[in-house]
């Protein structure tokens, strides 16, 4: 028999790993607390028709380790932790499933909190609120994306100032894949800051919007990697940084808010020897789980914008550390993660 977790790439010495069943509303789900040493776990709920059982399992290491590098990276007092539903969302969702999961929750007594996250909505998240007090991002303060968009626009300030040695963006040419919630408000930051943008979307009325409100030049989503650009901001998929588009990529900063960039971590290294000063994709983009945790923990959400600002300041102790000791900045922002939970520990 194989054994699936402790052999799979990505288990990281998780804490816990949890597979839930209940078989009246169909639930299948698996939730994976990485650590809690800097509080409860939190990360989202991602619903998804994986092809097979391993691929879930994998994703929820994959992605609840990764939470933990954020969470902590970004300071806040939470550990690292993810869900996932096995199904179609477009599909399978019913109030009863998501309720279940509230129970899964109510169990596990609060070492892991819930959210949104590709596949689940503020809608879903208020059914598992009927069952526990352990989610988050329910939606009655707002979306989170302007804050990871705020996050990405004062990360990419901090690249300007580290790399460029300049102190605004005006006239610099920024190319944007991926209008969608968090794309078009960095866009819109980065237009007001007196960068020229070129876009790319697979949604016409998105690029069609940018071009009439921000004056941005339209190419295709395969042209986007060969824009003649000062930075390169991935705001749709993961993996666009990988052997392929290397040698198309011009700019000299990537800085943008999609999850999961660099294709393999050598990547890393590789931009570094070209001189390209990659934005750590999970500090940059921790605006929104900030915004998050300061709703679940009760904190002043007047405080959240001053926190989300000091992702600048990590990223610029980040790229001179980077520097100074000829890393990769991916390799430092590891570490930086990794000294503050383990220091936990
Ligand atoms: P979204 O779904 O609102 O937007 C994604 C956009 O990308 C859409 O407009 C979509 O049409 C476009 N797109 C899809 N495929 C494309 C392609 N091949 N080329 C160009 N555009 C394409 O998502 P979002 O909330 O804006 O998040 C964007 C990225 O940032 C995701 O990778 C997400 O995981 C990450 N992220 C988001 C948040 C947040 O607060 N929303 C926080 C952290 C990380």
Redo the contacts with the bound molecule.
Sequence with gaps: MTAFVFNEPNFDDHEQVVFVSEPKSGLKAIIAVHNTQLGPAMGGCRMWNYVNEGAAINDVLRLSRGMTYKNAVAGLPIGGGKSVIIGNPKADKTPALFEALGVALERLGGRYVTAED?GTSPADMAAVARKTRYVAGLGDRGD??P??ALGCFVGAEAAVKFHLNRDSMEGLVVAV???????YDYARRLHAAGARLIV????QA?VERARTELGAQVVS?DD?YDAQADIYAP????ATLNPATLPRIKARIIAG???NQLATPEIGDQLRMKEVLYVPDFVI?A???IKVCYEYLNKPEADVEAHVRQIGGTLTEIFEHAARQGLSTSVVADRVAEARFKRAT
């Excluded at 894949?177 to 794309?183: A, K, R, S, Y």
């Excluded at 790319?200 to 949604?203: S, V």
């Excluded at 705001?235 to 993961?238: F, H, I, P, S, V």
């Design positions: 590709v989170p994306s804050f990871t894949q991926g209008l969608g919630h968090v794309g790319a979307d697979i949604d998105a989503v986007i705001c749709a998929l993961g808010a999609a999850n983009n605006g929104g789980i």
